[in-house]
């Protein structure tokens, strides 16, 4: 397998993880400043696009979602090339 990729924002980490055989693509998201697990990125079939899977009572400020935004819609773009 490729070199798993590490994506760094103002406030939150995406970091690839392995998934398997699986041709998705799937992250952990974390904050930068305690390394929380805040939740995955990860296929949803259902909706044929890449969603953000939060982590129980997580709490997310507008510049959190915002990164998330961001990183969801390239990795949409990037899966459809």
Not at 25 to 32: M, N
Not at 38 to 55: D, M, N, S, T
Not at 59 to 80: A, D, K, W
Request: charged fraction near 30%; include cysteine.
């Amino acid at each position: 397998m490729d070199e798993l990729k590490r994506y760094e924002y103002q406030y939150i980490i995406m970091q690839e993880i392995d998934n398997g055989e699986l041709k998705t693509k799937k992250f952990e998201v974390r904050s930068k400043t305690s390394d929380v697990l805040l939740g995955v990125i990860k296929w949803h079939g259902a909706w044929r696009q890449y969603c953000f899977f939060p982590e129980g009572e997580t709490v997310f400020s507008v510049g959190c979602m915002e990164c998330l935004n961001f990183f969801l819609t390239n990795l949409g773009h990037e899966r459809r090339g």
